[in-house]
């Protein structure tokens, strides 16, 4: 049993006073940066999923400094954001200084794992000299005309009280606090965001993120291609002129199969098309409709609802009049918030059909019943019959196009980003309203706050209760609210919703780059060095919200010229989560958290490390088990009682596995399998007692691998072996190849005593395995038959079937 609360210290405070994990700007050295996401300080302290992350990372930025490598692996807090904010409001206490408390909690925690942070370098996105940066971002979004101020119905979070986005909004629920949410038209500050959609698509192919990241982020934006329709409509106006309905569709192959029309129950054409004996159903259903979520309305297995306006439309192709229902599966926010319903090749229009008892045509011929959403050749399509799907798809957009009824389009599923929140704690938004009408037409009269008052401080105040009405706690400060505009002189008021908690954490790791810069949010000459991040590990809750976001923030900071890369992030994994022993999530609520204290204290900081390494392949959920913890123990325990059993030399067999291990633990720390470097080096200890001993130059090599996992254990080793310096200024030891190979034996096989073959097998192999192998040789399987009567086996040399 080694003492680890006396090896944790000393080679922390070590570290510490060496500097060893300090990033130099600018080196001979090629750099390498390595990034986790940053923790939000909550007041539960380090979550025991922090270290597997943190860990993982860890082992490979250690790894890359024992390669040559000037490695940057930066720590900081994100530290806006509700919890600590309704904490606050609970105790009657200030977020600032929750904040402070929280996050010495946090840095005492990670420090006490030994991870190789160059804490010179911490940030805080709750730090004035921090944010001010961030809201210079914001304007710079401002002033390019990103952000926009606008009304429009959003998600509303009923118990934060405050407006969300839609990447908040995760299966039906606010994100944060999981609680319902509706949509509420508010007027909102949003970025738009989906004029990067086309760059966010196609950059992912430039990127070495996991195939699963990339999908959902591609599902996410959501582009579609197809056409839009314009079909006429009767007139809108007793005597008026007809008007256009505008339809997008993916599919404008299959126009005549448009047996009707469907538009959203929020659609502006709605009250002008229903006829007047169809008003009192129509608005009924509008009323009905508009309460649902989107969720509710999107849903394949509930049954279809819907009523008819009254009126028709014309189908540009062939003129048919067909009729123009309402129905909720369509939403007013996708497309033009109308479709064309083919119900032969679309399922919901198809359950819509029979539930109403509107006409179905096949127009895509095909075999099996109808609907049928694959393509194939037209039929029922006049002219275009006998056109594949693709080909029909191109020409039926230039037919309508040259006959000014509709044209091919391209649609998104990604929408711009609410950014105003109605909360205090958070980034101030750095503009005023000026009310004087002359000044600043263009922009509704918001006016951006000069670069040299920056930052908007955040002021304190009484009351942080968000209210119902949704305006910001931030309202109440009368002093602060009312100002001056910088543009006019006249009076002015400021912005009182604040930034989302997304907003710091967009360009975290540029500050990481140049965290004390006051002139900048970093150095170009050191953002050129540094960018991109070269490995980035971090939850897949966050692939559609943060890593959305930081991508689209970087690649704006990109074109106005203030970062020298598109892409922030040159490679993307992702760690599973751990869960409770029985399987379940651990919550607060039902008391099966584990506190990584705990385990640091009873065990020491490499047990941590190295369980949570071992714990299952890193991409998975695992359960915790407190028995495996032990086992990781009594792992290093035994590590240690290997300085006891050195030789002069050593079997080849404890040299094979060396060489083995090195081997295994190098590509597997590359392909992230954490769990069975781990395992490898559980084999080497084994291998080594059982042969009796290793000599002392063969342990100082193991325990350069061991360094990056249970780098306490393996310093103190070390020392006492007498090698100098610490492990971490080792060079990533080499492997032999000859040297870890399997010694390979020659088996003659006989049946009956006659030679029939020979096989050729690892040397020490187990009799089983050489004679399963023995049975399957070709020319011995001919003349056995079924199983042989007996089987002699001489290790190393024969083996003879008895049939
Ligand atoms: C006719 C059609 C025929 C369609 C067919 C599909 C198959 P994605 O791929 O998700 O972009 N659609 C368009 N706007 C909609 C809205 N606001 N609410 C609900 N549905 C809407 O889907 C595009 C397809 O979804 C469009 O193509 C349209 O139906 C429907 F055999 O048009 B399709
Ligand atoms: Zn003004």
Known sequence: ?????????????????????????????????????????????????????????????????????????????????????????????????????????FRRQLKSLGLSFDWSREVNTT????????????????????????????NWCL?????????????????????AVEKREKEQWMIAITKYADKLLEDLENVDYLPKIKKQQQDWIGRSEGATIDFEVPPLTKGGRGG???VFTTRPDTIFGATYMVLAPEHPLVAKLTTDDQKSEVETYVKEAVAKTDIERGDATKEKTGVFTGAYATNPVDKEKIPIWIADYVLMGYGTGAIMAVPGHDERDFAFAKQFDLPIVEVVAGEGELPRVE????????????????????????????????????????????????????????????????????????????????????????????????ESPLAGATDWVETMCPECGGPARRETDTMPNWAGSSWYFLRYIDPKNSEAFADKKKLDYWMPVDWYNGGMEHTTLHLLYSRF?????????????????????????ILAEDGSKMSKSKGNVVNPDDTVNEFGADTLRVYEMFIGPFGGAVPWSTNGISGVRRFLDRVVRLADIVKDSESDAVTRVLHQTIKKVTTDIEKMRFNTAVAQMMTFVNVVMENGGITKESLLTFLRVL???????????????????????????????????????????????????????????????????AKQEENVAKYLEGEPKKTIFIAGKLVNFVV
């Open 1 to 105: 049993m080694y003492d680890h609360k006396k090896f944790d210290k000393k080679w922390q405070d070590r570290w510490e006073e060496a500097g060893i994990f300090h990033a130099e700007d600018f080196s001979d050295k090629e750099k390498f940066y390595v990034l986790v996401e940053f923790p939000y300080p909550s007041g539960a302290g380090l979550h025991i999923g922090h270290p597997r992350s943190y860990t993982a990372l860890d082992v490979v930025a250690r790894k890359r400094r024992m390669e040559g490598m000037n490695v940057l692996y930066p720590i900081g807090w994100d530290a806006f954001g509700l919890p600590t904010e309704n904490y606050a409001i609970k105790t009657g206490r200030k977020p600032q200084d929750v904040t402070k408390e929280n996050i010495e909690t």
């Open 127 to 154: 730090d004035p000299e921090y944010y001010k940066w961030t809201q210079w971002m914001f304007l710079e979004f401002f002033k390019a005309g990103l952000a926009y101020k606008a009304r429009q119905p959003i």
């Open 159 to 179: 118990d934060c009280k405050t407006g969300l986005a839609n990447e908040e909004v995760v299966d039906a629920v606010c994100e944060r606090c999981g609680g």
């Open 244 to 246: 256009v309905l505008r």
């Open 375 to 470: 393509g194939g050749r037209a039929v029922n399509s006049g002219e275009f019959d006998g056109l594949s799907t693709v080909e029909f798809k191109k020409k039926i957009s230039k037919w309508l196009e040259t006959r000014g009824k509709g044209k091919a389009a391209v649609n998104y599923k990604l929408r711009d980003w609410v950014f105003s929140r109605q909360r205090y704690w958070g980034e101030p938004i750095p503009l005023v309203h000026c009310e004087e009408e002359e000044c600043s037409p263009e922009t509704g009269g918001w006016v951006a706050i000069p670069e040299d008052e920056l930052p908007v401080i955040l002021p304190e105040v009484e009351k942080y209760e968000p209210t119902d009405s949704g």
């Open 553 to 577: 923030w970087n690649k704006f900071l990109h074109d106005r010229g203030h970062v020298p890369v598109s892409e922030p992030y040159a490679k993307r994994t992702s760690h599973g989560l």
């Open 707 to 773: 360094g990056p996992f249970a780098p306490h254990v393996a310093n103190e080793l070390h020392e006492q072996l007498g090698g100098n310096g610490f492990v971490e200024s080792q060079a990533w030891p080499s492997f032999d190849e000859k040297l870890a190979a399997e010694k390979e034996v020659k088996i003659a096989i006989q049946v009956n005593g006659k030679l029939r073959g020979t096989i050729t097998v690892a040397a020490g192999a187990a009799e089983q395995d050489v004679v399963a192998s």
